[in-house]
């Protein structure tokens, strides 16, 4: 439930024009919040300058109060942060502290998502790396394998793909310990989860600039996502119940690499109206 406060509320209307779902009314001078149609975006808690709206559905000490040294970041700089950002494969032999990767996932945990369905998910890996590698690498030498296998004129565009995957599973099997091209050795990883990929995708993103402000890299493992697509042995490994879906694999670690300047790309295409 959102809650007035009818103490503190004057009655400026600010929370009745700005909520979407139009669930709020002035009544006697005072805001009253209905709870019929409410989505629990919080924006009443946010407009309200006397700080009187609170739920009881979420807890009020993630709620901070606006200011604007702490809560404001240059637009240049932002720009030159996103183009600087890398996708990281190579990572130093040094463990993720949990308190960064619990940082990271507020990233995702505060980003928005449809209709405030709040429905992504995360499961952090670490001390079960190994094991997921090997179970992945084994689904992708299936699929590798089978793409070879039934070579089409639909399938040549996944030969290369197909190629490599079965040349990670050799090497693996030759050497489980050696350098590789899964997970590039990395130290952890955070999968995001959700039955909404633009959720889980939107999510991913900040994630991944909060992860280059904590000093560390990440790249998205694509090929990761693709074995655990169907994957039985992979979903039962990991828990993941019906219908929820890996859309995202953040592969995390301290960068064993620097880069000295940004990278091109293509022009964007636009059209102006
Ligand atoms: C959805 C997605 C999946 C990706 N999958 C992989 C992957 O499986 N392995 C990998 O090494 N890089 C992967 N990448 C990284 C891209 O190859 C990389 O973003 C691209 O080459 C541009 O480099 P940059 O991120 O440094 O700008 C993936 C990136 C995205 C966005």
Redesign the pocket.
Known sequence: MMNVDKDKCIGCGLCVKDCFVRDIELIDGKAKINNMTCFKCGHCIAICPKGAVYTDEYSMEDVEEYNKEEFEIDADNLLNFIKF???I?QFKNKDVETEKLSKIIEAGRFTQTGSNSQNVSYIVVREGIDKLKEIALESLNGLGENILSNLNPQMMPFKRYAQMWVNMYKNYKLNPNGKE?LF?NAPAIVLVVSDSPVNAALASSNMELMTNALGLGT???????RAAQGNKKIMDYLELGEGKEIV?CMVIGYPDVKYSRT?PRKIAEISWK
């Open positions: 950002r890398r996708t494969r091209q590039f790249f998205f493992s694509g090929f990761f996502v995202t990278t």
